[in-house]
């Protein structure tokens, strides 16, 4: 595999692991849990998904060939909580996260040194894609963050729960030495639960 192929898989995988990261915060809040804003100057849960889900439309729609903010697109809207209940928010989530893995299921290797536009800025896609790998994950560690702490106690931790890397590593290190994407193993620890 070229280096290309190579890192458009990775990224496929990637942004499979953190799709799945916050399905499975969201999953372990009460549907009144996914509204609730701390203070003027934070978002709900629900405003972070529809940002997010704003944000895959504008930039996948058309990625090659018309820049990634939309006309139509409203940004600011998108913190306005107007989404009402888990399944409209579950329903936003994909049509957003369904664009995106479109446009990187259609992208060639010879693509990623093609110029796209964000606001006139031009970049190539591989830059685009990147940025997008930087802006995703934030948002969902902010939904992972903020569902850590209305869930309390009661949180079921994504990753290595607290004050066990000792055991984790250990499990790690008593297997065999292998090449695999990092989250081959997590996505199926994550998918169990």
Not at 113 to 131: F, S
Not at 153 to 171: F, V
């Amino acid at each position: 595999m070229d280096c290309n192929n190579h890192y458009l898989a990775s990224v496929k995988k990637q942004m499979r692991y953190y799709k799945t990261i916050g399905e499975k915060a969201i999953d372990q809040l009460e549907p009144e849990q996914l509204f609730i804003v701390t203070n003027d100057d934070s978002n709900s849960i629900s405003a972070i998904v529809k940002h997010l889900s704003g944000n895959m439309l504008s930039r996948w729609t058309d990625f090659l060939t018309s820049d990634g903010e939309k006309e139509w697109r409203e940004r600011d809207a998108e913190f306005e909580t107007n989404i009402t209940s888990k399944e409209e928010l579950l329903a936003t989530w994909n049509k957003g996260w369904d664009c995106f893995f479109q446009a990187i299921e259609s992208l060639k290797p010879e693509d990623l040194l093609q110029i796209i536009y964000i606001r006139n800025e031009g970049q190539t896609a591989l830059d685009a894609i990147n940025r997008q790998l930087a802006h995703y994950p934030y948002h969902i560690g902010q939904i992972v963050f903020y569902a850590k702490q209305l869930k309390n106690n009661a949180w079921e931790s994504l990753s290595i729960p607290k004050n066990k890397s000792n055991s984790y590593n250990n499990d790690k290190f008593a297997q065999e030495k292998e090449i695999k994407h990092f989250t081959d193993a997590e996505l199926k620890k994550l998918n169990k639960k």
